[in-house]
């Protein structure tokens, strides 16, 4: 909890749904992204229709939900689909608006790592793997990250690139004809960054609160782009920190 | 006829050393009490599939169950890393283990290609991403019509035994779940034998009665068994929630070899079966059960 009554995380979490003001359909994924999700749909997008991989659309969770395979997501949900028709009828065919995606580590053109740290066939970790945001980094139309800042997470060079984002060369990225189009926002515990229309490139565009710009480049392996009129994000408003600690998380398992 | 077995007699009779074996469920109706039959028959060298190997194959690979995993995502989900697994693939302690990953919808396509008795499913997947670098049967392609689209195919996954779990099914086998869906249907079509683990055993009017809820026929299924709570501490819907709190100690045991050691000699090697495991467990069930919240009704009309 900082002086000013709210945590770094709720700072994240706040910016990062404002992010989602007007979108309709949202994939959302594991963990952060799953309150993020919610807090937009009780504020900035009333209308936001949650997808979940697990082959859920429409739902609308009773409680915060533990996984992204929550029974809470099912009941009173739109539809409940097999996950063949989630990923081809609803995401291969374009229908997802916006998705949420993070990972161990980020490059300056929002390409991600989720698959491991250090070589493949001997790892220092382990990650994950895919999931489905490989093909979410494709067929998303918008794809928004969150994921908290350190140089070993912001790296100047991916150990493995599980989900392609920008290519470095515009020509190339309108070639590809994906939905998609690599990211189009990072939202981290210090910062907000879009990516440059013309090089694809991450660009500071938002310091949080009591953060420098010495913070923000000290926690990247690269030195950023950063926009010309570089403002602060606005605070977790009373609003938002109500909903955030009474409705979607009281036991403060994300938030604190 | 009657195709009701115990769990012990369904694995013994069906599931042979060697063989490939998906127990599927996506969170959802994860069939532990038939991965905890497989760890006490002390089978070998088996080959595992599933979209998210999760707990269960933390403690199959634990086990010593495995030689290869074949995944999409691998993690204890919403809590954190299968430490197991990981000490396999990382430091192969105490032995490797082979991997093969897709994405996720590169293994649903796997499932639909094996069900459907295809040689491959294409997907506009990878591109661009370094999956297909570690993976050869990951393979790009060109669509053969005008548009020349370029996309990725992978191959058909036909498991020698998939096992799902259900919420009902009839003694022959007629399957119905609701709640998520994940690739039961699918894995259970493309596999040579298929176990269904169910909460009841119910009548074959009840079936009838909503065919729409169907989703695996008693045709493509071998055995049936009923074993309430199989799916601690995963869920299902309707019958009990998922148990959070042992994910969240899941992380601790399999951390350590040795409380992960005890932990199955406890919980697994020391028990017949998943009935005694249900009644050690008996002071969770209370707390795990949802309240009501039932479906309407349709009318699907009487045409004699």
Known sequence: ????????????????????????????????????CNLAQRTVAPDLQLVY?????????????????????????????????????????GLIDAAFLGGAQIDRFGNLNTTVIGDYASPKVRLPGSGGACEIAIHARKVLVIMRQAQRSFVEKLHFRTSPGHSGDP????????????PTSVVTD??????????????????????????????????????????????????????????????????? | MSKVATMADAVRELLRDGD???????????????????????RRDLTLARMTPDVIYDQMIGAGVARKLVFSWLGNPGVGSLHAVRRRIEHADPESLEIEEYSHFGMVCRYV???????????????????????????????????????????????????????????????QIWGLLGC??????????????????????????????????????????????????????????????????????????????????EWVYGLQNHAEYAERMAGRWDELKPGARMSGEVNYGEYA
Not at chain 1, 60 to 83: C, E, H, K, N, Y
Not at chain 1, 171 to 182: L, Q, V, Y
Not at chain 2, 240 to 258: G, T
């Open chain 2, 113 to 175: 290609a094996g069900a459907s008795n295809l040689p491959f499913f294409p997907i506009r997947s990878y591109y661009e991403s370094d999956i297909p670098s570690v993976n050869p049967n990951i393979r790009p392609m060109r669509s053969p019509f005008e548009d020349g689209t370029d996309v990725f195919v992978v191959p058909p996954l036909k498991p020698d035994l998939t096992i799902v779990h259900a919420q009902r099914a009839t003694s022959t086998g007629d399957t």
């Open chain 1, 1 to 36: 909890m900082s002086e000013n009554g709210y945590t770094k995380n709720e700072m994240m979490i706040a910016a990062s749904a404002r992010t989602l003001a007007g979108e309709r359909i949202c994939f959302v994924g594991v963990g952060l992204p799953n309150i993020v």
């Open chain 1, 190 to 256: 210090l910062a907000t960054f879009g990516f440059d229309e013309g090089s694809g490139e991450m660009t500071l565009l938002t310091m949080h609160p009591r953060v420098t710009l010495e913070d923000v480049k000290g926690n990247m392996g690269w030195e950023p782009r950063v926009a010309d009129d570089v403002g602060e994000t606005p605070p977790p408003t009373d609003d938002e920190l109500r909903i955030m600690r009474a409705e979607l998380d009281p036991e403060r398992v994300h938030t604190s």
């Open chain 1, 53 to 93: 991989e697990a082959g859920v659309f429409g739902a609308r969770p009773s409680r915060l939900p533990l996984s992204i395979g929550d029974p809470t997501l099912v009941s009173g949900s739109t539809a409940v689909t097999s996950m063949f028709e989630l990923f081809a009828f609803y995401l291969q065919a």
């Open chain 2, 184 to 265: 039961q249907k699918e894995a259970a079509f493309a596999a040579e034998r298929v176990i269904v683990v169910c909460e009841e055993i119910v009548d074959e009017s009840v079936v009838r009665s909503d065919p729409n809820r169907t989703v695996i026929p008693g045709v493509v299924v071998d055995a049936v068994v009923e074993e309430p709570f199989a799916c601690h501490p995963s869920y299902a819907q309707g019958y009990y929630d998922r148990d959070n709190a042992f994910y969240l100690e899941w992380e601790r045991i399999s951390k350590d070899p040795d409380a992960l050691e005890t932990w199955l000699k």
């Open chain 1, 171 to 182: 020509e190339h990225d309108r070639m590809r004809g994906w939905f998609g189009s690599g």
């Open chain 2, 20 to 42: 490939t074996v998906a127990i599927e469920g996506f969170t959802h109706l994860i069939c532990f009490a038939a991965g905890h039959e497989i760890i006490r028959q002390r």
